[in-house]
């Protein structure tokens, strides 16, 4: 029996649609049939783009916490969810401009390199990245090719995509006591001044520059900093983690460099990736204290 016919006759059987998995779509073909698979895979079920009773209770589980949110009002045409397990946090941020992994045609790669928890994890960091890549797709698929990964990305338009669970602990941080209970965004930012002109010339925009700033408690040459509307993404979702998982509204001591408690694990709060690697310059010139202070 083909996978077309199956999903066909499984559908009959639960009464699911084609479009649960790819938005408006409605054939029961080979389109669909990748579509499940990429929903497996991202779930940690076995992906064979069969939607039989296993399938069927995951996405039937996703559905009835979308329609929760919506009860709460949480989801509307200024806002958005974010995920941790099968809690639904609010984010308030255009909902355009919020992508998942649970979004049908979801096109982003998701990278196999995270450590999967079956309870609750017990989150208490967030740690802020640049990519050093032209946007957020570029990031997704380095660190897809590299097995390494993260939460979040924000793009250049201040898009926030969920590349993974908040349930799994992603390796970005290079430090595993962080990663065993942080979270971590990549905010899209190619550094290098020589990258100006893509920017330009690909409707984005001149990036602001960013001159003085400290790292290590060194000075950093100019780079390329983030656009306005990146860092108003980024408070919004400093602002989710905190309501949501319950991150405290607080910074590394040391502020421009190495810090030993936030390197420890043990800290909760917000950091910059220097903050508990000696390796990192990033995110030089991100003032957490003062984007905390606003939140407060």
């Given at each position: ?26 054939e ?58 099968e809690?639904?946090?609010?984010i ?29 994890r ?5 740690v802020t ?67 100006q ?80 690697s ?19």
């Amino acid at each position: 029996m083909s996978a077309e016919t199956y999903n066909k006759n499984q559908a009959k059987r639960f009464g699911w649609k084609p479009d649960w998995f790819l938005a408006g779509h409605v054939e029961f073909d080979a389109k669909l049939t990748e579509a499940i698979t990429q929903f497996q895979s991202t779930r940690g079920l076995t992906a064979d783009g069969l939607c039989g009773p296993g399938t069927y209770r995951v996405v039937v589980a996703e559905r009835e916490a979308l329609e929760d949110a919506k009860d709460l009002g949480w989801i509307s045409d200024d806002s958005d969810v974010l995920w941790w397990g099968e809690k639904a946090i609010k984010i308030d941020w255009p909902a355009d401009k919020v992508h998942t992994f649970k979004d049908a045609g979801f096109p982003y790669p998701v990278s196999k390199g995270l450590t999967k928890y079956s309870s609750k994890r017990d989150i208490k960091s967030f740690v802020t990245h640049w990519d050093v890549c032209l946007n957020s797709m570029s990031c997704a698929k380095v660190l897809a090719k590299r097995n390494v990964s993260v939460h979040f990305c924000i793009d250049n338009d201040g898009t926030i995509i969920q590349l993974h669970d908040l349930n799994d602990a992603c390796w970005h941080a290079g430090n595993s006591k962080v990663n065993k209970s942080g979270v971590g965004v990549e905010i899209a930012n190619a550094f290098y001044l020589k990258y100006q002109s893509w920017y330009k010339r690909n409707g984005f925009g001149e990036r602001p520059i960013m001159s003085g700033a400290l790292a290590q408690n060194r000075k950093v040459e100019d780079f390329t900093w983030f656009y306005p509307v990146q860092i108003e993404a980024l408070k919004a979702l400093y602002k989710a983690m905190h309501e949501g998982c319950g991150i405290p509204l607080e910074a590394p001591a040391e502020k421009w460099a190495y810090d030993s408690h936030a390197a420890s694990g043990k800290f909760e709060g917000f950091m910059n990736h220097f903050h508990c690697s000696t390796k990192k310059i990033d995110c030089a010139g991100l003032d957490i204290e003062e984007i905390l202070k606003e939140l407060k």
